[in-house]
């Protein structure tokens, strides 16, 4: 008889037990769901704060003569608010360090995937790596107190601030961004593509070029589309090295200022809140915010659409 | 047989130009590393790691930048890394393959890609105005953890997909609940990648200013901080203000304060590749 009631109990707690251990795990499911619209949330924040700030700024000047104005002068008394001069500087950066981390990236890349043995490889790779980690406070240093005495030596008339010093540090500071992604996407082509070709004749060379290249486009144009809008949103460098004067201009050996370094320019002044100088911060903050956001997904959809399957 | 030669010939060619392209990278570092280097080394006394910032270079130090960050990097790591890794885990081991779920995938890989001003701004609007945390410690670390947030949960998630499934069903055959095996296998399985990914974010954390300046943390502090709504700096910070003073010895100031922020940096790297490398031996 007591055997059979502590059977009965023990069977009982342990049901009890069993429903726990499940009520638990549905308890932290949903709280696990809840950290993953954290990031849903801050997402959402984003574009909440710089929309509602920026709707303070767009209350006092027209959007027609924020994007086609070209005459950036903000916290002047009479201020002027054409963002053409902004855009024309992170443009102007941005091109010219695309223009060095994209080749040296890919040649970096088509090196270590066909052409480096392991060996070299274990050396060089570890070494990108920590390219990859310095701080864009350090490549600022780097623009100011190296790259900037270069260019005037070889071109006296640079500026002590100018879009080119900067354009170098940030082009250096992503090659290890479009380098890495490039190899990864140059691997992940099949040895048998890069054999038929070595079988029709071709040396590395064409192979590398003809057949491998071609075959990795997605992964290599995704990383361009990245390290283009790293360079858009790069603020330190283009702070510490190009200046701060809006100038709507092509000549990289003069002083620019970009959108990101005017954003740090006009929050360290005094800029009290409620003004439309502060709220200029948010109306730059949104269309850097657009501009990146719409790469962002470019270079998904690349991936997305030319991706082979092998 | 000539155009053979020629094509073998280009080949050479191209061999030795992307080689020499790929040292590019890795002679730039070099320069800016033995630049900063010579610089910096003279300062690096023990005045410089006791010292508050001054006006007289030899007497400058960089103490409340450092005790700043520190204060910064334990906040942030206290904040991002149980929402990443949550986050993680989440996706990986509960969410099911619906629209939900894709949308969240997609809004961290954009999260990753936006640039650290734009967070930067979401700080002052939200913490430093709305919340009323003000120009504090607090504002600047939740503004951080949200920069490394996209960081902690792709590495976690790499961490969590590698473990085997066997391990898994083992569990469940024992009549695990997915909790518990999540708890008790899987992410004590995880552990080594998932702590790569919180000191990758750690050096993220240590090297960005742009959300820090956003927020309003000061390039000049003249005390120590006495709790997380105090005023504050950081390392990076404390480096911007020396590099904007006229003075030339402030710019060696500055490279000395580099030398201090990348040593840091550079330990923490080879802490994560000697964890990788036994991590890798362990499971071959």
């Known amino acids: 008889m007591t055997d059979m009631t502590s059977a009965a109990q023990n069977k009982k707690a342990s049901i009890i037990r069993i429903k726990r251990m499940k009520f638990s795990n549905v308890i932290a499911k949903n709280i696990l769901f809840l950290f993953a619209i954290i990031t849903m949330l801050t997402t959402v924040g984003i574009i909440i704060s710089l929309l509602k700030d920026s709707l303070g700024f767009f209350s006092e000047v027209s959007i027609k003569d924020f994007l086609f104005g070209k005459v950036w002068t903000p916290l002047f008394n009479d201020p002027s608010?054409?963002?053409?001069?902004?855009?024309?500087?992170?443009?102007?950066?941005?091109?010219?360090?695309?223009?060095?981390?994209?080749?040296?990236?890919?040649?970096?890349?088509?090196?270590?995937?066909?052409?480096?043995?392991?060996?070299v490889r274990q050396v060089i790779k570890p070494i990108l790596e920590v390219l990859a980690g310095i701080p864009s406070i350090v490549f600022g240093y780097f623009a100011l107190t190296t790259i900037t005495p270069m260019l005037k030596i070889i071109m006296p008339h640079?500026?002590?601030?100018?879009?080119?010093?900067?354009?170098?540090?940030?082009?250096?500071?992503?090659?290890?961004?479009?380098?890495?992604?490039?190899?990864?996407?140059?691997?992940?082509?099949?040895?048998?593509?890069?054999?038929?070709?070595?079988?029709?004749?071709?040396?590395?060379?064409?192979?590398?070029?003809?057949?491998?290249?071609?075959?990795?486009?997605?992964?290599?144009?995704?990383?361009?589309?990245?390290?283009?809008?790293?360079?858009?949103?790069?603020?330190?460098?283009?702070?510490?090295?190009?200046?701060?004067?809006?100038?709507?201009?092509?000549?990289?050996?003069?002083?620019?200022?970009?959108?990101?370094?005017?954003?740090?320019?006009?929050?360290?002044?005094?800029?009290?809140?409620?003004?439309v100088g502060y709220y200029s911060l948010f109306a730059v903050g949104l269309l850097l915010f657009l501009i990146t956001l719409g790469l962002n997904i470019f270079s998904h959809h690349i991936v997305e659409k030319y991706r082979m399957e092998y | 047989m000539n155009n053979i030669k020629y094509r073998k010939m280009k080949n050479s060619i191209f061999h030795g130009v992307i080689f020499c392209v790929t040292l590019i990278g890795i002679i730039v570092l070099a320069i800016l590393l033995i630049d900063i280097i010579i610089r910096g080394v003279p300062f690096l006394t023990k005045i410089f790691f006791t010292s508050f910032p001054s006006r007289f270079p030899q007497k400058a130090g960089i103490l409340p930048g450092i005790v700043g960050s520190v204060y910064i990097i334990l906040l942030t790591v206290l904040f991002a890394v149980p929402i990443g890794l949550g986050t993680a885990v989440y996706i990986e081991e509960y969410a099911k393959n619906n629209w939900i779920t894709k949308f969240i995938k997609i809004n961290i890989s954009n999260l990753s890609g936006t640039p650290s001003i734009v967070y930067g701004l979401l700080g002052l609007a939200v913490f430093v105005r709305t919340l009323g945390l003000g120009k504090s410690i607090l504002s600047g670390a939740l503004t951080m953890s949200l920069v490394v947030l996209p960081i902690v949960i792709v590495s976690s998630q790499e961490a969590i997909k590698a473990v085997p499934q066997h391990l898994r069903h083992g569990s469940y055959a024992l009549g695990a609940t997915k909790w518990q095996t999540i708890r008790?296998?899987?992410?004590?399985?995880?552990?080594?990648?998932?702590?790569?990914?919180?000191?990758?974010?750690?050096?993220?954390?240590?090297?960005?200013?742009?959300?820090?300046?956003?927020?309003?943390?000061?390039?000049?502090?003249?005390?120590?901080?006495?709790?997380?709504?105090?005023?504050?700096?950081?390392?990076?910070?404390?480096?911007?203000?020396?590099?904007?003073?006229?003075?030339?010895?402030?710019?060696?100031?500055?490279?000395?304060?580099?030398?201090?922020?990348?040593?840091?940096?550079?330990?923490?790297?080879?802490?994560?590749?000697?964890?990788?490398?036994?991590?890798?031996k362990a499971t071959e």
Not at chain 2, 243 to 255: N, R, S, T, V, W
């Open chain 1, 81 to 119: 608010f054409g963002v053409l001069p902004l855009i024309c500087g992170s443009l102007l950066i941005t091109l010219i360090s695309a223009m060095i981390s994209i080749p040296i990236g890919l040649f970096t890349a088509i090196y270590l995937s066909e052409y480096a043995n392991r060996r």
């Open chain 1, 158 to 275: 640079t500026e002590i601030f100018n879009a080119l010093s900067a354009s170098i540090a940030i082009g250096v500071m992503t090659i290890p961004l479009v380098s890495s992604l490039s190899e990864d996407a140059l691997r992940a082509v099949p040895d048998s593509l890069r054999q038929g070709a070595f079988a029709l004749g071709s040396t590395k060379m064409e192979t590398s070029l003809r057949v491998v290249v071609p075959a990795a486009i997605s992964g290599i144009s995704a990383s361009f589309v990245l390290a283009i809008s790293r360079a858009i949103g790069e603020t330190m460098i283009v702070t510490i090295a190009a200046g701060a004067r809006p100038n709507l201009t092509l000549n990289p050996l003069q002083s620019v200022q970009t959108m990101t370094s005017f954003i740090v320019q006009a929050s360290q002044g005094d800029n009290p809140h409620g003004t």
């Open chain 2, 184 to 280: 008790k296998i899987v992410v004590p399985s995880a552990l080594p990648g998932i702590f790569t990914g919180v000191i990758l974010s750690v050096s993220r954390a240590l090297g960005e200013s742009a959300p820090l300046l956003m927020v309003g943390a000061a390039t000049y502090v003249s005390k120590l901080p006495d709790g997380v709504f105090s005023v504050f700096t950081a390392l990076p910070l404390q480096i911007y203000y020396w590099m904007g003073l006229p003075k030339e010895e402030f710019k060696d100031l500055a490279a000395a304060g580099i030398i201090v922020l990348l040593g840091i940096l550079l330990s923490a790297n080879a802490i994560t590749i000697v964890l990788r490398n036994k991590y890798q």
